[in-house]
């Protein structure tokens, strides 16, 4: 077992990205280290971990970092060997996950973002538009992949679990702010029952933000990109 000497993690608890190696080291039971960025600050430590990105989260190992959420959740997988791997040991199973989890972060969760950062009403509707086909997507993918399990991984929460799962909260705030639903039961059906199941799993209820804490931190992030001078 680890001790909080051996590992440590820089990160912020709004960041779905440093959720997800919280939640893949939950599901290892390491203990580990929690040291917060403030907002709109980067530390020392932060910098010389992550002079690459300089940005959160880093998991830092026996004085080693490594950087990138997903790329920790695997390290973290095959490090601390257990009998709940994260990522699929078929190979074709783990390549299947680690494509959906790239489309996640790649084309899915800039959607996400656009629909409150776009410059235009009609660039937040398209943005919408472009979540609800993912999730459609997503929709399918879990059907192929969860083969009628409570989650993607099966049994137990996995790797596109946790891709996936990090956003929940930020979906939440999206669907409050915006009065509007995109995880629907008669859309997304499969979906709605996975995010109950995940949200209830111990190794993430304790690390989910509540929707409305996090809401108040959205507003103030758009407080703050509206008052900043322009480029």
Same mark, same amino acid.
């Given at each position: 077992?680890?001790?909080?000497?051996?590992?440590?993690?820089?990160?912020?608890?709004?960041?779905?990205?440093?959720?997800?190696?919280?939640? %893949?080291?939950?599901?290892?039971?390491?203990?580990?280290?929690?040291?917060? &960025? #403030?907002?709109?600050?980067?530390?020392? *430590? @932060?910098?010389?971990?992550?002079?690459?990105?300089?940005?959160?989260?880093?998991?830092?190992?026996?004085?080693?970092?490594?950087?990138?959420?997903?790329?920790?959740?695997?390290?973290?997988?095959?490090?601390?060997?257990?009998?709940?791997?994260?990522?699929?040991?078929?190979?074709?199973?783990?390549?299947?996950?680690?494509?959906?989890?790239?489309?996640?972060?790649?084309?899915?969760?800039?959607?996400?973002?656009?629909? %409150?950062?776009?410059?235009?009403?009609?660039?937040?509707?398209?943005?919408? &538009? #472009?979540?609800?086909?993912?999730?459609? *997507? @997503?929709?399918?993918?879990?059907?192929?992949?969860?083969?009628?399990?409570?989650?993607?991984?099966?049994?137990?929460?996995?790797?596109?679990?946790?891709?996936?799962?990090?956003?929940?909260?930020?979906?939440?705030?999206?669907?409050?702010?915006?009065?509007?639903?995109?995880?629907?039961?008669?859309?997304?059906?499969?979906?709605?029952?996975?995010?109950?199941?995940?949200?209830?799993?111990?190794?993430?209820?304790?690390?989910?933000?509540?929707?409305?804490?996090?809401?108040?931190?959205?507003?103030?992030?758009?407080?703050?990109?509206?008052?900043?001078?322009?480029?």
């Amino acid at each position: 077992m680890a001790t909080t000497d051996d590992v440590k993690l820089i990160g912020a608890w709004p960041s779905p990205f440093v959720m997800r190696a919280r939640i %893949a080291l939950n599901i290892k039971s390491v203990d580990y280290e929690f040291l917060q &960025e #403030q907002l709109g600050t980067k530390s020392d *430590l @932060l910098l010389k971990s992550n002079p690459v990105h300089k940005k959160i989260p880093v998991l830092i190992h026996g004085h080693k970092p490594v950087c990138e959420s997903l790329v920790i959740v695997q390290y973290v997988d095959d490090v601390w060997a257990s009998d709940q791997p994260i990522l699929p040991s078929d190979p074709y199973d783990r390549a299947i996950a680690r494509f959906w989890a790239a489309y996640i972060d790649d084309k899915w969760f800039p959607s996400l973002s656009g629909m %409150a950062r776009g410059p235009t009403e009609e660039a937040k509707k398209a943005a919408y &538009e #472009q979540v609800v086909e993912g999730l459609a *997507l @997503l929709e399918d993918a879990f059907g192929k992949c969860s083969k009628g399990k409570p989650f993607f991984g099966g049994d137990r929460i996995g790797y596109l679990d946790i891709a996936l799962g990090s956003f929940l909260g930020w979906i939440r705030v999206t669907e409050k702010m915006g009065n509007l639903k995109l995880l629907d039961e008669a859309k997304t059906p499969h979906l709605v029952k996975w995010a109950e199941n995940f949200c209830a799993d111990a190794s993430v209820k304790d690390v989910m933000p509540e929707t409305d804490k996090l809401a108040e931190f959205a507003k103030m992030l758009m407080a703050k990109a509206k008052s900043a001078p322009p480029n």
